[in-house]
Protein backbone atom coordinates (compact mmCIF):
# COMPACT_ATOMS: atom_id res chain seq x y z
CA UNK A 1 0.00 0.00 0.00
CA UNK A 2 1.59 3.95 -0.59
CA UNK A 3 2.39 5.88 1.91
CA UNK A 4 0.41 8.99 2.74
CA UNK A 5 2.40 12.12 2.61
CA UNK A 6 2.93 13.83 6.15
CA UNK A 7 1.71 17.27 5.30
CA UNK A 8 2.70 19.83 7.42
CA UNK A 9 0.29 22.18 9.15
CA UNK A 10 0.72 25.88 7.80
CA UNK A 11 1.73 26.92 11.18
CA UNK A 12 4.81 25.28 10.99
CA UNK A 13 6.14 26.37 8.03
CA UNK A 14 9.10 28.03 9.78
CA UNK A 15 10.48 24.46 9.48
CA UNK A 16 11.80 22.27 6.32
CA UNK A 17 9.46 19.49 5.72
CA UNK A 18 12.13 17.00 6.27
CA UNK A 19 12.94 18.56 9.59
CA UNK A 20 9.30 18.55 10.21
CA UNK A 21 8.79 14.69 9.47
CA UNK A 22 12.04 14.22 10.93
CA UNK A 23 10.70 15.74 14.48
CA UNK A 24 7.51 13.75 14.22
CA UNK A 25 9.21 10.17 13.97
CA UNK A 26 11.25 11.08 16.68
CA UNK A 27 8.73 11.86 18.74
CA UNK A 28 7.02 8.46 18.05
CA UNK A 29 10.55 6.97 19.03
CA UNK A 30 10.24 8.88 22.26
CA UNK A 31 6.74 7.98 23.50
CA UNK A 32 7.61 4.52 22.21
CA UNK A 33 10.94 4.24 23.97
CA UNK A 34 12.23 3.26 20.81
CA UNK A 35 15.49 3.20 18.75
CA UNK A 36 15.68 5.03 15.35
CA UNK A 37 13.42 3.27 12.34
CA UNK A 38 11.98 0.24 14.55
CA UNK A 39 8.57 1.80 14.87
CA UNK A 40 8.23 1.50 11.27
CA UNK A 41 9.72 -2.03 11.44
CA UNK A 42 7.41 -3.46 14.10
CA UNK A 43 4.45 -1.96 12.52
CA UNK A 44 4.77 -3.14 8.66
CA UNK A 45 7.08 -6.78 10.12
CA UNK A 46 6.49 -10.12 9.00
CA UNK A 47 3.45 -12.06 8.62
CA UNK A 48 2.39 -13.50 12.08
CA UNK A 49 3.27 -16.92 13.32
CA UNK A 50 1.26 -17.90 16.08
CA UNK A 51 2.25 -20.17 18.97
CA UNK A 52 -0.93 -20.56 21.51
CA UNK A 53 0.38 -21.43 25.09
CA UNK A 54 -2.02 -23.60 26.99
CA UNK A 55 -4.50 -25.77 25.03
CA UNK A 56 -7.78 -25.66 27.19
CA UNK A 57 -11.01 -24.31 26.98
CA UNK A 58 -9.92 -20.62 26.05
CA UNK A 59 -6.37 -22.38 24.10
CA UNK A 60 -8.00 -24.72 21.96
CA UNK A 61 -10.81 -22.95 20.28
CA UNK A 62 -8.54 -19.83 19.47
CA UNK A 63 -5.81 -21.65 17.84
CA UNK A 64 -8.22 -23.33 15.35
CA UNK A 65 -9.73 -19.96 14.44
CA UNK A 66 -6.19 -18.12 14.10
CA UNK A 67 -5.02 -21.54 12.04
CA UNK A 68 -7.43 -21.12 9.28
CA UNK A 69 -5.83 -18.10 8.05
CA UNK A 70 -1.59 -18.22 9.78
CA UNK A 71 0.70 -20.88 10.69
CA UNK A 72 -0.37 -22.04 14.24
CA UNK A 73 1.65 -23.84 16.65
CA UNK A 74 -0.33 -25.13 19.58
CA UNK A 75 1.95 -25.71 22.87
CA UNK A 76 0.87 -27.33 26.09
CA UNK A 77 2.79 -28.63 28.77
CA UNK A 78 0.11 -31.33 29.20
CA UNK A 79 2.18 -33.98 26.80
CA UNK A 80 -1.43 -36.12 27.50
CA UNK A 81 -3.51 -32.95 25.88
CA UNK A 82 -0.95 -32.73 23.03
CA UNK A 83 -1.36 -36.16 21.75
CA UNK A 84 -4.92 -36.06 22.51
CA UNK A 85 -5.21 -33.08 20.13
CA UNK A 86 -2.86 -33.89 17.32
CA UNK A 87 -4.88 -37.22 17.48
CA UNK A 88 -7.95 -34.95 16.37
CA UNK A 89 -9.91 -35.64 19.75
CA UNK A 90 -10.80 -32.95 23.01
CA UNK A 91 -12.27 -33.90 25.84
CA UNK A 92 -13.33 -30.16 26.43
CA UNK A 93 -16.04 -30.32 24.15
CA UNK A 94 -15.27 -26.82 23.12
CA UNK A 95 -13.89 -26.77 19.99
CA UNK A 96 -15.80 -28.36 16.63
CA UNK A 97 -13.80 -31.42 16.12
CA UNK A 98 -14.21 -30.87 11.97
CA UNK A 99 -12.58 -27.64 12.03
CA UNK A 100 -9.70 -29.11 14.54
CA UNK A 101 -9.62 -31.59 11.67
CA UNK A 102 -9.55 -29.52 8.93
CA UNK A 103 -6.91 -27.38 10.13
CA UNK A 104 -4.64 -30.04 11.37
CA UNK A 105 -4.62 -31.31 8.00
CA UNK A 106 -4.44 -28.19 5.86
CA UNK A 107 -1.23 -27.16 8.50
CA UNK A 108 -0.07 -30.65 5.92
CA UNK A 109 0.07 -29.14 2.76
CA UNK A 110 0.32 -25.08 3.15
CA UNK A 111 1.62 -22.68 5.04
CA UNK A 112 -1.06 -21.91 7.19
CA UNK A 113 -2.98 -24.72 9.56
CA UNK A 114 -2.30 -26.08 13.12
CA UNK A 115 0.07 -28.48 14.36
CA UNK A 116 0.85 -29.33 18.41
CA UNK A 117 3.87 -29.54 20.55
CA UNK A 118 5.41 -30.25 24.26
CA UNK A 119 8.55 -29.41 23.03
CA UNK A 120 10.06 -25.59 24.12
CA UNK A 121 12.16 -25.68 21.49
CA UNK A 122 9.30 -25.93 18.47
CA UNK A 123 8.50 -22.15 19.87
CA UNK A 124 11.60 -20.80 18.38
CA UNK A 125 10.35 -20.99 14.60
CA UNK A 126 7.17 -18.18 16.31
CA UNK A 127 7.08 -14.34 16.49
CA UNK A 128 3.34 -13.59 18.19
CA UNK A 129 2.87 -15.71 21.24
CA UNK A 130 -0.87 -15.82 22.87
CA UNK A 131 -0.96 -16.75 26.51
CA UNK A 132 -3.89 -18.80 27.84
CA UNK A 133 -2.70 -20.51 30.54
CA UNK A 134 -5.16 -21.13 33.69
CA UNK A 135 -5.08 -18.07 36.67
CA UNK A 136 -6.80 -19.87 40.15
CA UNK A 137 -7.13 -18.60 43.32
CA UNK A 138 -5.10 -20.33 46.12
CA UNK A 139 -6.33 -21.70 49.46
CA UNK A 140 -6.58 -18.12 50.91
CA UNK A 141 -8.39 -17.04 48.03
CA UNK A 142 -5.35 -14.95 46.43
CA UNK A 143 -4.41 -15.01 43.38
CA UNK A 144 -2.15 -17.86 41.95
CA UNK A 145 -0.05 -16.78 39.13
CA UNK A 146 2.19 -19.76 39.50
CA UNK A 147 1.29 -21.01 35.36
CA UNK A 148 1.13 -17.21 34.05
CA UNK A 149 4.69 -16.77 35.46
CA UNK A 150 5.89 -20.46 34.54
CA UNK A 151 4.96 -19.54 30.87
CA UNK A 152 6.97 -16.17 30.97
CA UNK A 153 9.96 -18.05 31.98
CA UNK A 154 9.17 -20.32 29.42
CA UNK A 155 8.78 -17.55 26.65
CA UNK A 156 11.74 -15.56 28.04
CA UNK A 157 13.84 -18.30 26.90
CA UNK A 158 13.28 -18.27 23.27
CA UNK A 159 12.22 -14.56 22.81
CA UNK A 160 14.08 -13.00 20.01
CA UNK A 161 14.00 -8.70 19.07
CA UNK A 162 10.57 -7.50 17.56
CA UNK A 163 8.26 -10.59 19.19
CA UNK A 164 5.12 -10.16 20.52
CA UNK A 165 3.51 -11.64 24.01
CA UNK A 166 0.03 -11.02 24.03
CA UNK A 167 -1.58 -12.36 27.54
CA UNK A 168 -5.64 -13.94 27.23
CA UNK A 169 -5.70 -14.87 30.58
CA UNK A 170 -7.90 -13.56 33.20
CA UNK A 171 -6.06 -11.07 35.79
CA UNK A 172 -5.93 -7.85 37.63
CA UNK A 173 -5.18 -4.71 36.38
CA UNK A 174 -1.50 -4.33 36.07
CA UNK A 175 -0.39 -8.21 35.97
CA UNK A 176 1.01 -8.04 32.48
CA UNK A 177 3.41 -5.01 32.50
CA UNK A 178 4.22 -5.37 36.11
CA UNK A 179 4.34 -9.18 36.94
CA UNK A 180 4.41 -10.78 33.54
CA UNK A 181 6.72 -8.38 31.70
CA UNK A 182 9.71 -8.12 33.97
CA UNK A 183 9.72 -11.84 33.54
CA UNK A 184 9.76 -12.10 29.91
CA UNK A 185 12.69 -9.11 30.16
CA UNK A 186 14.84 -10.85 32.73
CA UNK A 187 14.78 -14.55 31.46
CA UNK A 188 15.23 -13.46 27.96
CA UNK A 189 17.66 -10.60 28.43
CA UNK A 190 16.21 -8.38 26.08
CA UNK A 191 14.48 -4.83 26.68
CA UNK A 192 10.77 -4.23 26.88
CA UNK A 193 8.81 -1.60 23.93
CA UNK A 194 12.36 -1.61 22.11
CA UNK A 195 13.52 -5.76 21.61
CA UNK A 196 10.06 -7.03 22.19
CA UNK A 197 6.09 -5.96 22.79
CA UNK A 198 3.32 -6.84 24.62
CA UNK A 199 -0.39 -7.42 24.28
CA UNK A 200 -3.46 -7.80 26.61
CA UNK A 201 -6.87 -9.05 24.95
CA UNK A 202 -9.09 -10.74 27.23
CA UNK A 203 -11.14 -13.76 26.48
CA UNK A 204 -15.05 -13.39 26.95
CA UNK A 205 -16.15 -17.11 25.36
CA UNK A 206 -18.62 -18.68 27.37
CA UNK A 207 -18.01 -23.07 28.19
CA UNK A 208 -21.20 -24.84 26.39
CA UNK A 209 -22.40 -21.97 24.69
CA UNK A 210 -22.78 -22.89 20.98
CA UNK A 211 -23.89 -19.87 19.79
CA UNK A 212 -22.07 -17.22 21.06
CA UNK A 213 -18.81 -18.21 20.05
CA UNK A 214 -14.98 -16.95 20.00
CA UNK A 215 -15.35 -15.18 16.43
CA UNK A 216 -19.28 -14.22 17.41
CA UNK A 217 -18.05 -12.27 20.10
CA UNK A 218 -16.53 -8.87 20.36
CA UNK A 219 -13.23 -8.63 21.64
CA UNK A 220 -11.40 -5.82 23.32
CA UNK A 221 -7.65 -5.65 22.21
CA UNK A 222 -4.59 -3.66 23.77
CA UNK A 223 -0.83 -3.24 22.77
CA UNK A 224 1.93 -1.63 24.94
CA UNK A 225 2.67 1.01 22.47
CA UNK A 226 0.09 2.66 20.00
CA UNK A 227 1.48 1.18 17.66
CA UNK A 228 1.65 -2.41 18.81
CA UNK A 229 -1.90 -2.00 20.03
CA UNK A 230 -2.81 -1.51 16.54
CA UNK A 231 -1.04 -4.26 15.22
CA UNK A 232 -2.80 -6.51 17.99
CA UNK A 233 -6.04 -4.98 17.11
CA UNK A 234 -5.27 -5.83 13.62
CA UNK A 235 -4.51 -9.61 14.23
CA UNK A 236 -7.59 -9.89 16.14
CA UNK A 237 -9.93 -7.76 13.70
CA UNK A 238 -8.47 -10.59 11.38
CA UNK A 239 -10.32 -13.25 12.59
CA UNK A 240 -13.19 -11.95 15.31
CA UNK A 241 -16.38 -10.90 13.08
CA UNK A 242 -18.29 -9.35 15.43
CA UNK A 243 -14.96 -6.80 15.56
CA UNK A 244 -12.92 -5.48 18.29
CA UNK A 245 -12.97 -3.07 20.58
CA UNK A 246 -9.79 -1.08 21.23
CA UNK A 247 -8.79 -0.20 24.51
CA UNK A 248 -6.69 2.78 25.46
CA UNK A 249 -3.84 0.31 27.63
CA UNK A 250 -3.31 -3.11 28.59
CA UNK A 251 -4.40 -1.97 32.05
CA UNK A 252 -7.99 -0.59 30.84
CA UNK A 253 -8.09 -4.19 28.81
CA UNK A 254 -7.18 -5.95 32.03
CA UNK A 255 -9.79 -4.05 34.22
CA UNK A 256 -12.42 -4.40 31.71
CA UNK A 257 -12.47 -8.24 32.18
CA UNK A 258 -12.42 -8.45 35.79
CA UNK A 259 -15.19 -5.99 36.23
CA UNK A 260 -17.02 -7.95 33.44
CA UNK A 261 -17.31 -10.77 35.76
CA UNK A 262 -17.39 -9.26 38.90
CA UNK A 263 -20.23 -7.29 38.07
CA UNK A 264 -21.99 -10.51 37.19
CA UNK A 265 -21.18 -12.33 40.67
CA UNK A 266 -22.41 -8.86 42.34
CA UNK A 267 -25.81 -9.07 40.09
CA UNK A 268 -26.03 -12.83 41.36
CA UNK A 269 -25.42 -12.32 45.02
CA UNK A 270 -28.18 -9.83 44.88
CA UNK A 271 -30.67 -12.32 43.88
CA UNK A 272 -29.25 -14.79 45.93
CA UNK A 273 -29.73 -12.64 49.34
CA UNK A 274 -33.03 -12.07 48.21
CA UNK A 275 -33.66 -15.72 47.86
CA UNK A 276 -32.38 -16.09 51.35
CA UNK A 277 -34.83 -13.27 52.07
CA UNK A 278 -37.40 -14.74 51.07
CA UNK A 279 -37.50 -18.13 51.61
CA UNK A 280 -38.19 -17.22 55.08
CA UNK A 281 -41.13 -15.53 54.30
CA UNK A 282 -42.41 -18.07 52.10
CA UNK A 283 -42.16 -16.29 48.92
CA UNK A 284 -41.19 -18.01 45.61
CA UNK A 285 -38.29 -15.85 44.26
CA UNK A 286 -38.90 -16.81 40.83
CA UNK A 287 -42.33 -15.63 40.92
CA UNK A 288 -41.20 -11.78 42.14
CA UNK A 289 -38.38 -11.57 39.61
CA UNK A 290 -40.99 -12.59 37.05
CA UNK A 291 -43.05 -9.70 38.25
CA UNK A 292 -40.12 -7.52 38.87
CA UNK A 293 -39.00 -7.92 35.48
CA UNK A 294 -42.15 -6.46 33.70
CA UNK A 295 -40.18 -3.41 34.54
CA UNK A 296 -38.39 -1.89 31.16
CA UNK A 297 -35.01 -1.37 33.67
CA UNK A 298 -34.93 -4.22 35.84
CA UNK A 299 -31.94 -6.51 35.35
CA UNK A 300 -33.04 -10.14 35.10
CA UNK A 301 -30.53 -12.31 36.75
CA UNK A 302 -31.66 -15.60 38.72
CA UNK A 303 -30.35 -17.34 41.86
CA UNK A 304 -27.89 -19.99 41.83
CA UNK A 305 -24.53 -21.74 42.70
CA UNK A 306 -21.65 -19.36 41.36
CA UNK A 307 -18.99 -21.90 40.14
CA UNK A 308 -16.53 -22.17 37.61
CA UNK A 309 -12.89 -20.73 37.57
CA UNK A 310 -14.22 -17.33 35.69
CA UNK A 311 -17.13 -15.55 38.07
CA UNK A 312 -16.23 -17.56 41.56
CA UNK A 313 -12.79 -16.57 41.32
CA UNK A 314 -11.83 -13.41 38.94
CA UNK A 315 -13.64 -11.08 41.89
CA UNK A 316 -10.81 -12.28 43.93
CA UNK A 317 -7.74 -10.79 41.56
CA UNK A 318 -9.91 -7.34 41.64
CA UNK A 319 -10.64 -7.56 45.52
CA UNK A 320 -6.12 -8.50 45.88
CA UNK A 321 -5.19 -5.67 43.66
CA UNK A 322 -7.33 -3.32 45.87
CA UNK A 323 -5.97 -4.52 48.72
CA UNK A 324 -2.61 -4.14 48.03
CA UNK A 325 -3.27 -0.32 46.77
CA UNK A 326 -5.01 -0.23 50.66
CA UNK A 327 -8.92 -0.56 49.53
CA UNK A 328 -10.74 -2.74 51.11
CA UNK A 329 -13.40 -3.79 48.54
CA UNK A 330 -17.35 -4.12 50.34
CA UNK A 331 -19.49 -5.04 48.03
CA UNK A 332 -17.57 -7.41 45.62
CA UNK A 333 -16.28 -9.55 48.93
CA UNK A 334 -20.03 -9.54 50.06
CA UNK A 335 -21.01 -10.56 46.98
CA UNK A 336 -18.62 -13.44 46.78
CA UNK A 337 -19.41 -14.43 51.07
CA UNK A 338 -22.92 -14.30 49.37
CA UNK A 339 -22.41 -16.93 46.38
CA UNK A 340 -20.09 -19.01 48.66
CA UNK A 341 -22.97 -19.81 50.66
CA UNK A 342 -25.58 -20.59 48.32
CA UNK A 343 -24.78 -24.60 48.01
CA UNK A 344 -24.72 -24.62 52.04
CA UNK A 345 -28.30 -22.82 51.97
CA UNK A 346 -29.52 -24.81 49.74
CA UNK A 347 -28.35 -28.87 51.46
CA UNK A 348 -29.77 -27.15 54.90
CA UNK A 349 -33.44 -26.61 52.84
CA UNK A 350 -33.86 -30.07 51.83
CA UNK A 351 -32.94 -31.21 54.74
CA UNK A 352 -35.86 -29.12 56.56
CA UNK A 353 -38.10 -30.11 53.62
CA UNK A 354 -37.57 -33.50 54.62
CA UNK A 355 -37.98 -33.39 58.43
CA UNK A 356 -41.22 -31.08 57.62
CA UNK A 357 -42.22 -34.86 55.73
CA UNK A 358 -40.76 -36.80 58.70
CA UNK A 359 -38.67 -38.15 57.05
CA UNK A 360 -35.65 -40.42 58.58
CA UNK A 361 -32.23 -38.40 57.86
CA UNK A 362 -29.71 -40.12 58.95
CA UNK A 363 -29.56 -43.15 56.23
CA UNK A 364 -31.63 -41.40 53.83
CA UNK A 365 -30.58 -41.24 50.36
CA UNK A 366 -30.73 -38.29 48.30
CA UNK A 367 -30.14 -37.82 44.37
CA UNK A 368 -28.00 -34.70 43.07
CA UNK A 369 -28.29 -34.24 39.56
CA UNK A 370 -25.29 -32.73 37.83
CA UNK A 371 -22.05 -31.47 38.83
CA UNK A 372 -20.49 -29.56 36.32
CA UNK A 373 -19.99 -25.77 36.83
CA UNK A 374 -22.54 -25.30 34.39
CA UNK A 375 -25.09 -26.80 32.26
CA UNK A 376 -24.42 -28.70 29.10
CA UNK A 377 -20.19 -28.71 29.50
CA UNK A 378 -18.00 -31.21 31.43
CA UNK A 379 -16.17 -28.27 33.09
CA UNK A 380 -15.98 -28.97 36.83
CA UNK A 381 -13.94 -26.90 37.94
CA UNK A 382 -14.88 -24.83 41.34
CA UNK A 383 -18.07 -26.13 40.82
CA UNK A 384 -20.15 -25.35 44.10
CA UNK A 385 -22.36 -28.59 43.61
CA UNK A 386 -19.79 -29.79 46.34
CA UNK A 387 -20.80 -27.85 48.85
CA UNK A 388 -24.57 -29.47 48.73
CA UNK A 389 -23.08 -32.84 48.76
CA UNK A 390 -20.74 -32.42 51.43
CA UNK A 391 -23.49 -30.50 53.64
CA UNK A 392 -26.08 -33.45 52.91
CA UNK A 393 -22.84 -35.94 53.96
CA UNK A 394 -22.61 -34.63 57.67
CA UNK A 395 -26.30 -34.92 58.38
CA UNK A 396 -25.69 -38.96 57.08
CA UNK A 397 -27.45 -38.78 53.99
CA UNK A 398 -26.11 -41.55 51.96
CA UNK A 399 -25.71 -39.11 48.68
CA UNK A 400 -25.57 -40.14 44.86
CA UNK A 401 -23.78 -37.65 42.21
CA UNK A 402 -25.36 -37.91 38.65
CA UNK A 403 -23.76 -35.85 35.44
CA UNK A 404 -23.78 -37.13 31.88
CA UNK A 405 -21.24 -34.68 30.89
CA UNK A 406 -18.69 -34.74 33.70
CA UNK A 407 -15.77 -37.07 33.10
CA UNK A 408 -15.47 -39.30 36.68
CA UNK A 409 -12.57 -39.95 36.76
CA UNK A 410 -11.51 -36.47 36.97
CA UNK A 411 -14.51 -35.93 39.41
CA UNK A 412 -12.90 -38.75 41.74
CA UNK A 413 -9.20 -37.11 41.62
CA UNK A 414 -10.56 -33.50 41.91
CA UNK A 415 -13.21 -34.45 44.73
CA UNK A 416 -12.48 -37.76 45.68
CA UNK A 417 -16.59 -38.53 44.55
CA UNK A 418 -17.30 -41.03 42.73
CA UNK A 419 -19.98 -39.66 39.83
CA UNK A 420 -23.10 -42.31 38.43
CA UNK A 421 -23.94 -42.15 34.92
CA UNK A 422 -27.55 -44.26 34.79
CA UNK A 423 -29.74 -43.85 37.53
CA UNK A 424 -31.15 -46.97 39.13
CA UNK A 425 -32.43 -46.35 42.64
CA UNK A 426 -35.31 -44.52 44.39
CA UNK A 427 -34.34 -41.35 46.34
CA UNK A 428 -35.79 -39.43 49.24
CA UNK A 429 -34.00 -36.27 48.24
CA UNK A 430 -33.63 -35.27 44.49
CA UNK A 431 -32.01 -32.16 43.95
CA UNK A 432 -31.64 -30.43 40.25
CA UNK A 433 -28.48 -28.87 40.48
CA UNK A 434 -27.31 -28.37 37.09
CA UNK A 435 -29.71 -27.73 33.83
CA UNK A 436 -28.09 -29.92 31.48
CA UNK A 437 -30.29 -30.31 28.47
CA UNK A 438 -30.70 -34.06 29.65
CA UNK A 439 -33.10 -33.20 33.01
CA UNK A 440 -35.59 -31.33 30.96
CA UNK A 441 -37.35 -34.71 30.03
CA UNK A 442 -36.22 -36.44 32.97
CA UNK A 443 -39.29 -38.34 34.58
CA UNK A 444 -39.28 -37.20 38.28
CA UNK A 445 -41.64 -38.90 39.98
CA UNK A 446 -40.04 -42.06 38.83
CA UNK A 447 -36.68 -41.34 41.19
CA UNK A 448 -39.34 -40.56 44.44
CA UNK A 449 -38.77 -43.32 46.59
CA UNK A 450 -42.42 -42.23 48.16
CA UNK A 451 -44.64 -39.52 48.50
CA UNK A 452 -42.49 -38.21 51.34
CA UNK A 453 -39.35 -37.68 48.48
CA UNK A 454 -38.07 -34.17 48.48
CA UNK A 455 -37.76 -32.48 45.22
CA UNK A 456 -35.63 -29.27 45.01
CA UNK A 457 -35.10 -27.14 41.79
CA UNK A 458 -32.07 -24.69 42.47
CA UNK A 459 -32.27 -23.61 38.34
CA UNK A 460 -36.19 -23.59 38.17
CA UNK A 461 -37.06 -25.69 34.62
CA UNK A 462 -38.65 -28.69 36.73
CA UNK A 463 -42.27 -28.39 36.57
CA UNK A 464 -43.31 -26.87 39.35
CA UNK A 465 -46.46 -29.17 39.98
CA UNK A 466 -43.65 -31.84 40.95
CA UNK A 467 -40.79 -29.92 42.77
CA UNK A 468 -41.05 -28.83 46.61
CA UNK A 469 -39.15 -25.85 46.59
CA UNK A 470 -36.81 -23.64 44.50
CA UNK A 471 -34.50 -21.16 44.65
N1 LIG B 1 -12.88 -21.28 30.30
C1 LIG B 1 -13.48 -20.12 30.13
O1 LIG B 1 -14.66 -20.07 29.89
C2 LIG B 1 -12.74 -18.82 30.19
C3 LIG B 1 -13.37 -17.68 29.70
C4 LIG B 1 -12.70 -16.49 29.71
C5 LIG B 1 -11.42 -16.43 30.26
N2 LIG B 1 -10.82 -17.54 30.78
C6 LIG B 1 -9.47 -17.43 31.31
O2 LIG B 1 -8.57 -18.01 30.37
C7 LIG B 1 -7.48 -18.63 31.06
C8 LIG B 1 -7.40 -20.09 30.64
O3 LIG B 1 -8.59 -20.74 31.03
P1 LIG B 1 -8.99 -22.17 30.47
O4 LIG B 1 -10.38 -22.39 30.91
O5 LIG B 1 -8.67 -22.30 29.05
O6 LIG B 1 -7.99 -23.09 31.32
P2 LIG B 1 -7.73 -24.67 31.12
O7 LIG B 1 -7.34 -25.19 32.44
O8 LIG B 1 -8.90 -25.28 30.40
O9 LIG B 1 -6.50 -24.72 30.12
C9 LIG B 1 -5.26 -24.23 30.43
C10 LIG B 1 -4.22 -25.07 29.72
O10 LIG B 1 -2.96 -24.46 29.97
C11 LIG B 1 -2.01 -25.50 30.15
N3 LIG B 1 -0.86 -24.94 30.87
C12 LIG B 1 -0.74 -24.69 32.20
N4 LIG B 1 0.47 -24.14 32.44
C13 LIG B 1 1.11 -24.04 31.26
C14 LIG B 1 2.37 -23.54 30.86
N5 LIG B 1 3.21 -23.04 31.75
N6 LIG B 1 2.70 -23.61 29.57
C15 LIG B 1 1.84 -24.14 28.66
N7 LIG B 1 0.64 -24.61 28.97
C16 LIG B 1 0.25 -24.55 30.26
C17 LIG B 1 -2.76 -26.59 30.88
O11 LIG B 1 -2.14 -27.84 30.73
C18 LIG B 1 -4.13 -26.50 30.21
O12 LIG B 1 -4.23 -27.39 29.12
C19 LIG B 1 -7.73 -18.40 32.55
O13 LIG B 1 -7.09 -17.25 32.95
C20 LIG B 1 -9.24 -18.19 32.60
O14 LIG B 1 -9.63 -17.43 33.73
C21 LIG B 1 -11.46 -18.75 30.74
Known amino acids: MKKRPLKKPHYLNVFSNNAYIQAINQLIRYTNNMQPGQEENIISSKPFKIAIIGLGYVGLPLAIEFAKKYDVLGFDINQERVTELSEGSDRTKEASIED ?111 INTLTKIKKVTSGSTPAIAERVDQLYRSIITAGTHKASSLKVAEASKAIENAQRDVNISFVNELALIFDRMNIDT ?95 RNTRVVDIYFELKQFGIDVEIHDPWADAAEVKHEYSIDIVKDINNKYDAIILAVAHNQYETLDFNSLKRDEKSVIFDTKSIVDRSLIDARL
Open 286 to 380: NDVLDAAGTKWNFLKYKPGLVGGHCIGVDPYYLAHKAESLGYHPQVILSGRRVNDNMGMFVANKVVKLMINKEQKIAGAKALILGIAFKENCPDI
Open 100 to 210: LKHVIELKKSSDVGLKFSFDVAALKEYNTFIVTVPTPINQFKAPDLTPLIKASEMLGKILKKGDLVIYESTVYPGCTEEDCVPVLEKTSGLKFNTDFFAGYSPERINPGDK
